[in-house]
Each structure stands twice: as C-alpha cells, then as structure tokens.
C-alpha cells in the first residue's frame, strides 16, 4: 500500500515537472513571437506619423465608458486626464454606479454638472439610472449616474447610452496617455474587419503624475507593487504581443480596451454574473463573430498605455488575484464548447486549451507540486540531485522569461530609462521565484475553489488616488 | 558520438532523466544569460543612439532655423552634414516639415534634396516597414523628384506602403496622380471605408469627375462605390445627389445604400424626396435609419407626420434618426408637445430640441 503511495506521488512529480516545462515553454513561445512582432511594430512606428495619419483622415469618433466605484479620491483627476487626450472627436461618459461615497458630488462641483436629456440607444439590461448629467465647460463630458449593479453593468449602462461606432472600456481610477487612442484606433483603420483592440496596463505607483498625465516614469518604492511592475511587463509584452501575433488574443484589459459597439451590443454586451467580463466578453465575441460567419479581428496593440494604482498590500493584492482567478474560471467554464474546437479557429485550437490548462489549472497543478515535493523530501525518498536540479531548472525558467519580457520592453518602449531601473528588474526577475510566485499560486488556487463554490462579488479594493500637482503615486 | 552513445547506455532510467534536466537547465541558463546581455546591450545601444542624436539636433538646429528665415543659408546648413549623418539629417528635417506648410516647407525639401537618394535606395528594402518610412520621407520631402520610387510604392505587396505611397500622391497639389491613385483603389479593400474616403475627399475637385464615374459605374465594386459616394459627400459635391437618386433603385449592398442616402442627406434636393421616402419602410434597420435622417434634411412639413410616427421604430437609431428629421423638417412645435406630454418619446423629444439648442 505504502508503495503504491510513494508510486502515486513520484508519478505526480513528473506530471509537475512536465507542467512546468510545457507551461514555460508556452510562455517562451510567446515571448520568442512576441520579439519578432515587437520588432516589426517598433520599425513600423517609426514609419507612421501617427497624429498626421489621424487628424488629416477620418477618425472614427470614440466614447469612453469609465465605470466609477467609491472613486471619489481618484475621479476629478482621471477626468480632468480624459479630458485632455488628443483625439479628433471623444465622449466621456462616467458611469457612476450607486457609489457610496461623494463621486458624483465631486464631479459635479468640479465640472459644472448639470441634468440633461440623452436617450438610451440599446437596450441593455443594467439597473435602473438616476440621472444623466453633463458637464457645462466640457460638452463632451457626461455622467451616468445608476443604481448598484457591478463594473458590468455599468458598463452596460454606459453602452446603451454610447452614440459613437466605437467605444473605449476603461477604469475610472486609470490614467490614459494622451496618444493612447489616437494609436490604439490605428488597427480599425486598416483592418475594417477589427472589432477589438486592447492596449498595455502599465503600474502609476512611483510614477511622477501632473496634471493627469504621468510625466516622470519611475519604479515603485513599495516592493509588492515593484514585483507586479514586472508582471505586467511579463504579460502584456511576452503574453498578449505574442497572442497576438499568433492571432489568437483572448484578453483584452477591462482598464483599457476598445470594441466596435454595434458588435457587442449584437453580442449582449456585458455578462453581469461574471467577475472577469472583460475576458468573457472578448472569448464571447470570438463565438458570436464565427457562429455567424462574421470576418473579424482582436488585436493588442503595445504602445497605447493606461496607467494604473496597483495594490501595494497582501490583502488587496490577494483579492484582487482571487478576482482575477474567478473571472478566468468563469469565463472558460461557461466557453468550453469552444476548446479545441477548430470551428473557432486559433482562440479555440490554441489559446482556450493554454488558458484552460496552464492558467486556469496551473495554480492547482503547481501548489500540489510543492505539496508532493515536500512530502518527497520529509519523508526521505526524493533523489537529492534531482530535487535540486528541478528546483533551480523552475527559477532560471522563471526568470528567464521574466528577463525575456525585461529584454522586449529594451527593445521597444523603454519607459524605465534609469539603468537602476533596469538593474531592479533584473533582481526581480530572480526574487519573484522565492515567495511571491507561490503566493500568487496560492490566490489563484483560492480564487479557483471560491469559482467553483459559486462565490460572487469584487472584495473590497482601497485606493490611495493620485496627486494633482508633480508629486509621487500612492507611495 | 560513439562514447556519447556508450554513456547513454550505460546510465539508469532516473540518471538519464537526472542528464536530460541538467541539460535543460543549462540551456535555460544560457537563454537566461543572454536575454540579460541582450537587455544590456541595447540598454547602451539605445544611450548611444540617443546621445549621437542630441549632438546631432544640437548642432544642426540653428543652420537649420537660419535657412528657415533665408533661403542663402541652405548652402551653410547642407555644410554642417557629414557623409554619414546623411540619413539623420533627413529624418532631423522630416519633424520641422510636419509643422510647417507653404514656402517653408519647399526651403526644407531644398535642403534635404542632396541627401534624398540615399532614402530613394532604402525604398528597395526587403523590410516592408523600412520601405514605408522611405516612401513617407520622399513623400513628405522629395515629390515630384522622386515621384517615380513613390508611384512603385502603389504596387508594393506590402498594403501598408502602398497605402502610406497613395496618401502622398493623393494631394491637390498633385493633380497628375489622381487618376493612378484611383485606378489603385481595389488595393484597400480591407481599410476602413471612411478612411478611404476621407483620404479621396481631400484631393479635392480633381477628383471629383473621376469619384461621379466611379459611382455611376455599376460594374464597379459596392464596397469601392459606396466609398466614393462618401468621398463625394465628405467634398459636399452638388452633382451628386442626382447619381445618388439614380443609384438607388437597383442596389442591394446595405453598405452602398446607406452611403447612397448620406450623400442625399447632404446634397440631395427636394425632387428626391419620393425615393427617400420608400425606403424609410425598409427592413433594415440601418437603412431605414439613414433613410429618416435623409428625409428631415431634405422633406418640408408634409413628412412631419410620418417622421413622428418612425419615432415609435424598434430600432433606437431609427427613432432617434427620426426624431432628428422632425427638427430638420421644422416640426420643433411638434417635437415641444410630445417633450411635454407624457408620451413615451418625450425624452426622445427633449434631447433632440436640446441638441437644437447647442448648435
């Protein structure tokens, strides 16, 4: 019996150990085809005058949907951002959904609110809205106010309320650059089969913000939100360029993406019984676009930027993956018609069996893994230089492809322009393997019982907001 | 090899797995290593670059300005650039022609007319992206010079080029490429219609003629119709709404149709009205949504009636469109009645004699 034991566990071993090469092999994959696109894409940019591109042809106008939540410290400062992008022709529609604190008191005082008359042109289910104010000095500027219903429902609130072909999904507590439309509307122009775009997610805390504009880029002095610098770097660089150089982009960030509006509206628009909308809405309209034989496109696009706060304390950051999990669990689960069914063409040949198996499984895979190993090790059974092996085979894996996406950001954008910037994110790259990764497992391990229990709801998110004049984020 | 395989043999099931990761591992070390080298080479590559390019900046700014305020400079100015800097300069005077226009703009391209052919050379690049910022320069700098390295940009298999090549050359200033840039337009099939047709609106009245036979065409692509159709509606052209009235009967394209309407929207004439009018009971939600709004720009108050009534369509859009065209029409009594009633449209009403107030 006890054999049979030991047999049981040394074979899960090797189930850990090819888990981990085939999930990191996967992540390298990407990355190796995210160098290629980066690559292109930055000699493409260079022969693009972007703003000469936009402004001398037809832009099609945009209206960004800016869910707000108990956003009081942060709001006027992210409108006041909004209201200084340069596009030809924009909206802003701030939906306020059922705060409890002073949002919309904030806003109005702040930009001469009024209430005013705007006809719902979808009908979307969202609960029940208040009032429509608009601002008077900024005629573009208008805020949804509604009762409680969650982030997809305001969203919801919001595209029935949008008039432009295109919409802009973002988070009220973001900071987009002034550029960032003018480059992410780029492929809706060339391709006018696009229907999605998502642009980068990149961390505020530390940076130097004025105006609503990050002015000075900086690392973190808070080291939970220096390894997360990382980690977005790592997933939108290595992740989401090479997904879609694969054509195969399955997220789009809920902070900054923009989607023709007709489509999702003909889709349904939000799904409001999940916590990760933003994904599900984007695998949804993979489904919607081939079970009607609609020619499509989602792109990532690398160089639109959103800044944003990120948590800087276990507890929040803890929620915040658990969230995360959830809404990846939901997503997939309530999709699974489409894994490795070639009807969806690479989403549902390539990217949902990743997703499904290596993001969505891997936490669980991973935590009995250290579990395995460790009973190995107690009780005496495990083969020393193949513990040892293993072990330092996972943390160079891991930083290589932390290095990887280090490497692509010295390639194309260079925000980090101090060379202790650099030198920082080579140490992370190694430091993460000790701890934080195995927290994050952790949270996600969490996050997928508590999507299996059923449970529901963000958990509360503190915010420490931004400062109006040049002085550090939420540091 | 032949001891290699004798060690192989040799070694248990667990050893050789033992081998295979160590192996690994030092691959994946060396990977590791030269993503950090790679990140530190270009690191310093990039501070180079960025300094050669300040000094650069710094030491041709002020020939540059000069020549600006007096052509005698230009002489002075091309002195300053060295054999191998060619290129930078090129690109340093690109930024200041982005910001300026008329007699200014021609001193730059004088400027940089010497150094031209070498961007000329790089418009043969294998990388089409290389290709599309040669085109770019000798377009912004070098036309009609270089007219010929841009024309061949048109037949690039390269989209991007070729769209970035027709973007040059369909300027008012160069009426001689309006006829080549038209005959290329089966090239942008994929590219957003507007864009397109933005792009063909400002060429200007030359091209006109050529967007009305386009149009008039029937054995011409919808998708390139409808294009024009909205070329000619961007250019507000007054021969048009006829060929629109004309074109409308024996199209299907929902696309060409709703151009078609937005172009009798914006020139068509009261004798159009009938034809409008039909398709306001289309099936269509969009067509029928462009139709009611053509109708409030072009009916009088005799439509009034049944724009009220299109203001109860299913289709938001259509309502809206509706509501819309009863102000267009004059029917604001009618519209300050229902805003006041408790009709279900009353904030439909509102908002439009709202936005009626704004403009």
Known sequence: MTEIFWSVIQVFNYIVLAYFIVLHAGYLVTSVFAFG????????????DLTDLITSAWAPPITLIAPAYNEETTCVESVRSLLTLEYPEYDILVVNDGSKDGTVERLTKAFNLYPASRVPTAELGSADVRQVLRSRRHPNLWVIDKENGGKADALNAGLNFCQTPLFCA???????????????????LE????????GVLRIANGCVVSQGRVVDVRMPKNFLARLQVLEYLRAFLSGRMGWDALDATLVISGAFGIFKRNVVVDAGGYATDTVGEDMELVVRLHRYCRENDIPYRIHFVPDPVAWTECPESLAVLGRQRDRWQRGLFQSLTRHRKMMFNPKYGRAGVIAYPYFFFLEMLGPVIELLGYVSFTVTILAGRAEWPFVIAFLSGAIILGGALSLSAVALEELSFRRYPRLSDLLQLFALALLENFGYRQLCAWWRLKGTVSAIRGVQGWGHMTRKGFTVEATEVAD | MASLRRLAGSLTVSETALMVLVAVILALFAVTLAFSVYAVLLRSRHRRRDRLWEELSARWEAPVLAALVDADQIPAAQACVDEEHRLHFVRFVLEYTRRVRGEERRTLQKLVAPFLDGIAARAQDRRSEVRTRAIQTLGTLGLPKYSAEVLRGLEDPSPLVSMVAARYLARPEFPEFTPIVMKHLDRFEGWNPRF???????????????????????????????????????????????????????TEDRDLISALLRLLAAVGRPTHVPIIRELCGSSDIIVRAQALHALGFLSNADDIPLLVAAMDDESPWAALHA???VREAGGERELAELAESDHPHARLAGQVLFEEGES
């Open chain 1, 191 to 198: 391709d006018a089969t696009t229907i999605a775009a998502g």
């Open chain 1, 37 to 48: 696109a980066l690559k292109r894409y930055a000699l493409r940019m260079k022969s693009l």
């Open chain 2, 323 to 325: 509501a819309r065209g």
């Open chain 1, 170 to 188: 973002m988070d009220a507590d973001s900071l987009i650059e002034p550029e960032a439309l003018i480059r992410i509307v780029r492929p809706f």
């Open chain 2, 196 to 250: 397109l047709a933005s792009m063909l609106a400002k060429i200007g009245p030359e091209a006109s003629s050529t967007l009305r036979d386009g149009l008039a065409d029937e054995a011409t692509p919808s998708w390139l119709r409808a294009v024009q159709a909205e070329a000619l509606r961007m250019q507000l052209d007054p021969v048009a709404g006829d060929l629109a009235a004309a074109a409308l009967p024996g």
